[in-house]
């Protein structure tokens, strides 16, 4: 057995987690350091000067990158609540329409459905800013033959986001899907059979068994889908550039602007430990909101 | 409860037929709105330049004709731009292969010290959205004069914590038996990693590495970022920003769309042919994690 003690723990763990200490823990915890700092993004680390709080009390200030960021913030919370709000339940009703079994296509739906999840981003905002074109695009083409008045979508502050929104989870939807299906094959026959020996009927069956089976499955549904959610870039960047009037202004977008494009590295850090903490936070409050309803039950 | 339900175990016939007609209603439906703008971006690239910009829209083109294929290459270098995609995206996926298979083998066979701890910590990283270490990973990467070069896009990608994730699940299945066997043999143990072991777990490799090459060939922040206005070395995704903001306004929606068509092609087919293992390793990583 002392040849088994002897074995290369650190030669097998060495090539991932030193990748991943230097390219993703190291530039973390270079990001807290960042947001304490007055720091240009073109110049060393040497460079940066320490401010103590004075990046995060600009954040909240008046100026107009305070505002901004405050505005991207918002958004990224409205964009991020619409999101999960709206991919949960549509993702276990597809599931339920995948997994079933008294009709054919569910597989079918699958397929189709899981595809626009390895199309890239960058091409479905293109295609679907040509699908939202007021005049040109089909969108509101078909709206017109159902008798609604066109719609803005892109072009208007109050539509632009939710525009977004909807490319999102046209894109992310199928992968949601299957996630509720496997949850669904974990649910055990005997006890839909025991319900239906209960008297229960359909709905109840799905009240009483399916959703509360899904719950370890939804909720990590949701962590995946926040994460997802603050990430929008691409039809940002491409399309909307945060206009028409800040309306679709993000943070992965905005902290970008700062932190890349206008250099301001330290500014564009406290930013994104601002992102950071507010996920914790949201995660931490997913998981004590589901752990609440498993006592309740 | 209504008493009539109990004990009706006969479905009703006619009523189970509409609840099936129901039932297969919706699934067209929701297949045809799911696959309807990849439709539209396939008829949109085989339009004229006035049919594609046309108003009401036209659906379909008169003559289908494959020009905006041809005036692509005119305006990106797109076969270069495949290249480097391919390069991006091969190059990565290797890497986390290997990574992911050593690190995956050592959480799942090894005992030591800290073991659950650093599983736990690089599973954290999973949820670290690219923005958060976006800043002061463009000034690392020019220190190492990666910079503005494939390498500086390619090398903070070459390990992550899906990987290891997926790999330790797998492995943890392996029989130890099978690797005792190997190491009576005299076997080293990086020689079981990749020879006893990836054989016995060939689905859930396959998986990973279709998941790390179509995540690789589709992102776009971080090329964006390390290679600022070097075009050549532009992967696809990044081209066809480029087409875009080309000659904006005029009429160039086919010319756009057969652009995206094309870089939307590889990951597809890739996807249609494999899809039984993307979906059964989404399902284990959903479920058990």
Known sequence: ?297 | MSLSSRGTTVVNPSRGGIFRSVLVLLIVFAAIVAAFPLIWMLLSSLKTPTESMQTPPVWFPATPSLDAYRDVAAVIDASRSFWNSTVIATTTTIGILVTSLMAGYAFAKYRFKGRDLLFAAMIATMFLPPIVTLIPLYRMVSYLHFDGSLLGVIAPNLANAFGIFLMRQFIAGVPDDLIDAARVDGASELRIVFTVVAPAIVPAIAALALFAFVYQWNTYLWPLTVLQGNTSDFPIVLSLGRLLSYNRGAMNTNLVMAGATLAVLPPLVLFVFLQKFFVDSIVSAGVKG
């Open chain 1, 1 to 297: 057995m002392t040849r088994a003690q002897k074995k290369p723990v650190w030669m097998m763990l060495t090539p991932a987690v030193g990748l991943i200490g230097v390219f993703v823990v190291v530039p973390m915890l270079l990001t807290i350091w960042l947001s304490f700092q007055h720091w240009s993004t073109q110049t060393g680390f040497e460079t940066a000067k320490f401010i103590g709080l004075r990046n995060f009390e600009d954040l909240f200030s008046r100026i107009s990158v305070g505002r901004d960021f405050r505005g991207a913030y918002f958004n990224t919370a409205v964009y991020t609540g619409i999101s999960v709000v709206v991919i949960l339940p549509l993702s276990v009703l597809l599931g339920l329409l995948v997994y079933q079994r008294r009709a054919p296509g569910g597989t079918f739906l699958r397929t189709v459905l899981f595809s626009t999840y390895m199309v890239p981003m960058i091409a479905v905002a293109l295609v679907w800013s040509k699908l939202y074109s007021p005049t040109e695009g089909p969108i509101n083409q078909i709206l017109s033959w159902v008798g609604i008045s066109p719609l803005t979508w892109l072009s208007a502050p109050d539509t632009a986001l939710i525009s977004i929104v909807i490319l999102n989870i046209w894109q992310q939807i199928g992968y949601f899907t299957v996630l509720a299906v496997a949850g669904l094959t974990q649910i055990p026959q005997t006890l839909y059979e025991a319900a239906r020996v209960d008297g229960a009927n359909p709905l109840e069956e799905f009240f009483g068994v399916t959703l509360p089976l899904l719950r370890r499955t939804l909720l990590f549904s949701a962590v995946i889908a926040v994460i997802n959610a603050v990430q929008v870039f691409e039809p940002v960047v491409l399309i909307t550039q945060g206009g028409p009037a800040g309306s679709t202004n993000v943070l992965t977008y905005f902290i970008r602007r700062v932190g890349i494009e206008r250099a301001q590295g330290g500014l564009g850090s406290a930013m994104a430990v601002m992102l950071m903490l507010s996920l914790i936070v949201v995660i931490v409050a997913i998981f004590a909101f589901a752990r609440e309803r498993k006592e309740d039950a």
